[in-house]
């Protein structure tokens, strides 16, 4: 049974399932980040063994670890997602890599009885470089240089896709300005064999310190066998400090001159002889050697550990299948929420459409073109049929020829005595009125339209003038003229 059927354990958002690898001082877990309308994404989640988690010295460490890889943004570079807390634990979000340690990469070289391929080993350590380089630049929130020096770069600390780049990870060790963990005095951190003489020493490190360390990582890539490999840690030590150290290429005959003097310069002892900074030391190496396209590293990658990446992505198709997200109403998130045709629109609460028109724009907003259309057409069309009941009823009730004249309206201005700006009050029953506050009986509206009938439609002759004047000079309106 794979770790994926076995139950997992919340810590916050994300899912921890089954271990992927393990270290000195932490276990990498598969993980799977979750959240609302059904996101998820599969992680890397560091998690502190137990026995350390009660050490402040420790958690100073894991905690240095995930600030500082946050501060280097670099595609050579793992990034940190998170840092959690749950309960005494803490753990740290990775992103995961669909890949293998360049460790277990080797191993796999090694015992099939290949070697990785010059351009290969070239083209990863480009990519470490460039990673390292980044690193050693990294600034704080306020721009001032960390001064990163990883202090623990090693082929367990270089992790190459399918995709084909290869990215440094596991700042736990390394050294920084304002790191919440020191080294103490004499204190040696990191893997023996693959530093460089002066952190051996426990001499100040520098960048440089990391060119070396790679440069024994490119050595033992291009060989297929460990540089300083004694079975005590003083023969170990002695080498480093002493022993002599011999091209790639007295151990690998198709190893290229330019490659060998490019690795060679980078294992010098003397620090002003070596390479001054891991972009020199990549520059050097693309500009004087071949080395192989992303493909090429993608599709050794797929070769060498075909075995163990299908065992893995069996593990994250099953983590994948199991069902995490817990179904959260967008409504309680955006407020007044309207689900469409073409997804969630999400609106302010509080907002409300005003008029019919208005509310066909907000429903057309969420709508296809043509729904839209039908939406707002309707709603003109019911606000075409109001206005026209209403002037129904007011034409009903304008007066005839045969009702009493109106009160006259006198003015000086002409426009008052020409036909259009005539105005008739209609008479009202007195059990419908409205008590009429005290001023002149002078009602002004606005002109009433005709109805659109057939009768009307046509005006007959005898409408020009379309009023009769009577004996008292006041002129009225002929029916059906108006």
């Not at 990870?169 to 920084?176: K, S």
């Not at 040696?188 to 952190?199: H, I």
């Not at 030590?237 to 310069?265: C, F, N, Q, T, W």
């Not at 065992?311 to 998130?333: G, T």
């Amino acid at each position: 049974m794979t770790e994926a059927n076995e139950s997992h354990r919340r810590v916050g958002r994300y899912a921890l399932f089954g271990p992927i690898a393990a270290g000195g001082m932490a276990v990498v877990h598969f993980g799977r980040q979750t959240g609302i309308v059904g996101f998820s994404r599969v992680v890397a989640i560091k998690r502190m063994h137990a026995q350390y988690a009660g050490s402040s010295e420790f958690v100073a460490a894991f905690l240095d670890e995930a600030r500082l890889a946050s501060r280097v943004q670099h595609p050579n570079v793992l990034p940190v997602l998170d840092v959690v807390r749950d309960g005494d634990e803490l753990f740290i979000v990775m992103e995961y890599v669909n890949g293998e340690a360049l460790s277990e990469l080797l191993r796999a070289s090694r015992d099939s009885g290949e070697r990785v391929p010059a351009r290969v080993a070239t083209a990863i350590l480009i990519d470490v470089l460039h990673g390292l380089h980044a690193a050693h630049e990294a600034k704080s929130e306020k721009g001032a240089p960390l001064g990163i020096v990883h202090r623990d770069v090693s082929p367990h600390n270089v992790m190459v896709g399918v995709d084909g780049a290869a990215r440094v990870l596991d700042f736990g060790v390394a050294r920084a300005a304002g790191r919440l963990q020191t080294t103490r005095a004499g204190q040696v951190k990191g893997k023996v064999a693959y530093m460089s003489p002066e952190q051996v020493l426990a001499n100040e490190v520098t960048r440089q310190s990391d060119v070396y360390s790679a440069g024994v990582v490119l050595w033992e890539t291009l060989s297929g066998r460990r540089l300083f490999h004694k079975e005590s840690a003083g023969g170990v030590l002695y080498d480093i400090l002493e022993g002599p150290i011999d091209p790639p290429s007295k151990h690998r005959a198709d190893v290229p001159p330019a490659l060998d003097a490019i690795a060679m310069r980078a294992l010098e002892r003397n620090v002003r002889v070596r390479w001054s900074t891991a972009r020199d030391f990549a520059l050097a190496l693309e500009r004087e050697t071949e080395h192989a396209t992303s493909s090429e590293v993608g599709a050794w990658v797929e070769k060498v550990a075909h075995a163990a990446l299908e065992k893995r992505r069996a593990e994250v198709e099953e983590i994948e299948r199991i069902s995490l997200v817990d179904p959260i109403p967008v409504r309680s998130i955006a407020g007044d929420v309207t689900e469409t045709d073409a997804g969630v629109v999400a609106a302010p609460q509080g907002v409300r459409a005003t008029s019919a028109v208005a509310g066909a724009r907000s429903e057309a907003a969420g709508r296809g073109p043509a729904r839209a259309i039908a939406i707002a057409a309707g709603a003109i069309a019911l606000a075409a049929i109001g206005v026209y009941a209403f002037l129904a009823r007011a034409s009903k009730e304008a007066p005839s020829s045969t009702s009493p004249p109106p009160p006259a309206v006198t003015s000086s201005s002409p426009a008052a005595a020409a036909p259009s700006a005539i105005v008739a009050a209609a008479p009202v029953s007195a059990s419908t009125a409205p008590p009429l506050p005290p001023t002149p009986p002078i009602v002004t509206a606005a002109r009433v339209p005709p109805r659109a009938s057939a009768s009307t439609s046509v005006k007959p002759p005898s409408c020009d003038p379309p009023w009769i004047e009577g004996a008292d000079g006041i002129r009225r309106p002929k029916q059906g003229c108006y």
